[in-house]
Every structure is written in C-alpha cells, then in structure tokens.
C-alpha cells in the first residue's frame, strides 16, 4: 500500500488548510485511518482518526478546530483544520492500517505516508 499525502503549506495565523492522504495499492479494508504530527524536539501525537465504520477520535489538543473525514471509495481520508495556530506548526503523517483476511486468519499491516509540512505564522 503507497500513501500519498497532499495539502500541507503555509499559513497564517487563523487560517485553514485541508490535508489528503490517498492509498492505493493492495488495498483490502482500511480499517482504521489516522493522522499524525511530529514538531521539532517532540515526539510525534495523533491529531485524529476515523475506523471504517466512521467513528471518529481527536486529540485533546484539537479543540474543535479539526475536522477528520475519509471517502472509500477514493481510499483517501482528509483533515480539514481551521483556525490554525502557531503551535500547530508540524510535520503531518497519514497512517492507515490496512485489514486482510483468508481463510486462516486475518491480518492488520501498517502504513505511513511521507508526511506534508503545515507551517502556521505569528
């Protein structure tokens, strides 16, 4: 599975931006699908996630601001994020787990994308 992540830039202070996260590939059920963080000196955290059956986590740090949101039949999941903050200033990753099951038994294979910088200016 290849994750393709788009959207990241810079922004001001209350601004927005929309990150995409396309997988393609092998593709059987991407049961869960998520984005992540990571600024300089601190350990990367999850901003959101949603499962295949739509339920839907966020961060504490969030507030409201984000919204996560995925399209199956694009494989893709997107994160709307409004009023962005100077601290929000990271590198996002996409992570998708990625379910397939036979006869024998099922399996979940993780996945990160390449990640897509958000600058947000004071």
């Known amino acids: 599975v290849q994750l393709v992540e788009s959207g990241g830039g810079l922004v001001q202070n209350g601004g927005s931006l929309r990150l995409s996260c396309a997988a393609s590939g092998h593709i059987f059920n991407l049961k869960y699908m998520a984005w992540y963080r990571q600024a300089p000196g601190k350990e990367r955290e999850l901003v959101a996630s949603?499962?295949?059956?739509?339920?839907?986590h966020y961060g504490d740090f969030v507030k409201g601001r984000f919204t996560i949101s995925r399209d199956n039949g694009r494989n893709t999941v997107y994160l709307q994020m409004n009023n962005l903050q100077p601290e929000d200033t990271a590198l996002y990753y996409c992570y998708v787990q990625n379910e397939v099951a036979n006869i024998e038994a099922t399996s979940t294979f993780d996945y990160w994308g390449h990640g897509t910088q958000v600058t947000v200016s004071s």
């Open positions: 949603v499962t295949s059956g739509g339920s839907t």
